[in-house]
């Protein structure tokens, strides 16, 4: 942590609404990624940085510098990205047959027209994702998407570089068993 | 020196992830050209690395934004001041005891030490403290004695006629 960092936290302690908006600046882009990731729809991702921030406000006075700021507000996103996937899961459009594979409960296969391509890939990742235990989910967001490195991750979740690991594998492993034709053709892209 | 595929493959997701060390990166950097198997494995991770990270990255290139730190300032404006009740959840939620979960034998051993002590700081003893009133008169026929007691509304009487005949009359 540098010296204007720890400047910023400690007047965000003090409660200066101030110094709140240039730690905004500084990370809001990777607070979205974080919640993009997770749920995936734009509306949610920016209610989720609004309440993350707010959260921020009202717990920073708990951070102790004992890990670098930007975990503790990574951690701090991602539990509220999960919270609110959660919520929103009850009025989810997504649904699974009964065999657990993909299917759009609105009857999306009776009019394909009316939807693009790349809307349903992404919905299809969603879904997949959507599928993988909390921990792999966001063990695989830190990594395939905020690109943390293994000991990063570990500090962010609190657990061994092993378990991020085994994590990241299994994580990947189902996510590839759910997209098998789409992932296929996407490497060489 | 020809590296077994599956010492490679162990390694592949380290490499993929950029955390193998350089030794490591050389071994599958040699082995990769050689094996079509590890190589499409490769392959595999990075169409789903894309397929993961090409949608955010895409979302945050349109993001603009709007409004969003207006919206805290708000949230925070609007934010009630914490009920005592709601302080003093969160001060156990905050507390390094709580932490641990040490104040729940703590709370326990309270509870019992009161549940063993509260009959004897509550257990009725006969008490002298009443208020009554005894009064005594002397005369040529009768001796008298009056008790009064307030609480239990009671009045006794005695007359003593001489040593030997004294009986109570309320």
């Not at chain 1, 991602?78 to 997504?94: E, P, Q, V, W, Y």
């Not at chain 2, 905050?94 to 104040?103: A, D, E, G, I, T």
Request: hydrophobic share 35%; proline share 4%; aromatic share 10%.
């Amino acid at each position: 942590m540098n010296d204007r960092e720890a400047d910023q936290i400690a007047r965000c302690q003090r409660g200066d609404q101030d110094a709140l908006k240039e730690i905004f600046d500084q990370y809001h882009k990777k607070v979205y990624r974080i919640a993009y990731g997770v749920v995936r729809q734009r509306e949610d991702a920016l209610d989720v940085v609004q309440e993350v921030f707010i959260k921020l406000f009202r717990s920073i006075k708990n951070f102790k510098g004992k890990s670098a700021f930007y975990t503790y507000l990574y951690r701090l996103a991602m539990n509220t990205a999960i919270d609110h996937s959660r919520k929103k899961k009850k009025t989810t459009f997504l649904s699974l047959d009964e065999e657990g594979g993909f299917q759009p409960a609105d009857g999306y296969e009776k009019r394909p027209d009316h939807i693009a391509a790349q809307k349903e890939l992404e919905e299809k990742v969603r879904w997949a994702i959507d599928q993988l235990p909390q921990d792999q989910k966001a063990t695989l967001i830190y990594r395939e998407i905020e690109e943390l490195s293994y000991q990063e991750i570990s500090e962010a979740m609190g657990c061994s570089i092993g378990t991020v690991m085994s994590r990241l594998h299994y994580g990947r492993k189902k996510l590839q068993d759910l997209l098998k034709d789409m992932v296929k053709g996407r490497g060489s892209e | 020196m020809k590296d077994s595929c599956s010492s490679i493959s162990q390694l592949l997701e380290r490499y993929f992830d950029r955390q193998a060390t350089d030794e490591e990166r050389s071994l599958v950097e040699r082995h990769l050209p050689v094996c079509q198997t590890c190589h499409e494995r490769l392959r595999v991770l990075e169409g789903l690395r894309k397929a993961i990270k090409a949608p955010v990255d895409e979302a945050l290139k349109e993001e603009t934004f709007p409004w969003v730190w207006e919206k805290i300032e708000r949230g925070i404006r609007l934010e009630k001041k914490p009920s005592w009740q709601e302080s003093f959840r969160s001060w156990l939620d905050l507390s390094p005891l709580s932490r641990k979960k040490v104040w729940i034998p703590a709370v326990a051993i309270a509870i019992v030490l009161a549940l063993v002590t509260s009959p004897l700081l509550f257990k009725k003893t006969p008490s002298y403290s009443e208020r009554s009133v005894v009064e005594y008169v002397e005369s040529g026929v009768y001796n008298v004695m009056v008790y009064e007691s307030e609480k239990a509304k009671v009045t006794v009487i005695w007359l003593f006629e001489g040593p030997q005949n004294e009986s109570p009359a309320s």
